[in-house]
């Protein structure tokens, strides 16, 4: 509809976490939380997949402003099958 909606990241911090902000490296911030999709970790991919979901954004808006597309069409394909991500089964 033209509005905006405002996305969040969120991450535990753990010791690996912590290490990584004293050294004041954003880039291996951003390659922890891209290669450790866990549960406590929420990227910006989760949130424009839930807000799809939610029908609150249209797909093409996914796709302009996620940051692994492979992994977006992975979640797409899956929906698009009757499988609802795991992720998506929890709160955020």
Not at 17 to 32: C, E, F, M, T, W
């Amino acid at each position: 509809g033209g509005g905006l909606i405002p996305l969040f990241e969120i991450m535990d911090v753990n010791d690996a976490v912590r290490g990584l902000i004293q050294d004041a490296n954003p880039k291996s911030i951003r390659n922890y939380i891209d290669q450790n999709q866990v549960a406590r970790i929420t990227t910006i991919d989760y949130m424009l997949i839930r807000l799809y979901v939610e029908g609150k954004i249209e797909e093409k808006t996914v796709y302009a402003y996620c940051r692994k597309k492979e992994w977006i069409d992975m979640q797409f394909r899956m929906i698009r099958n009757g499988v609802i991500p795991d992720f998506l089964k929890t709160a955020v």
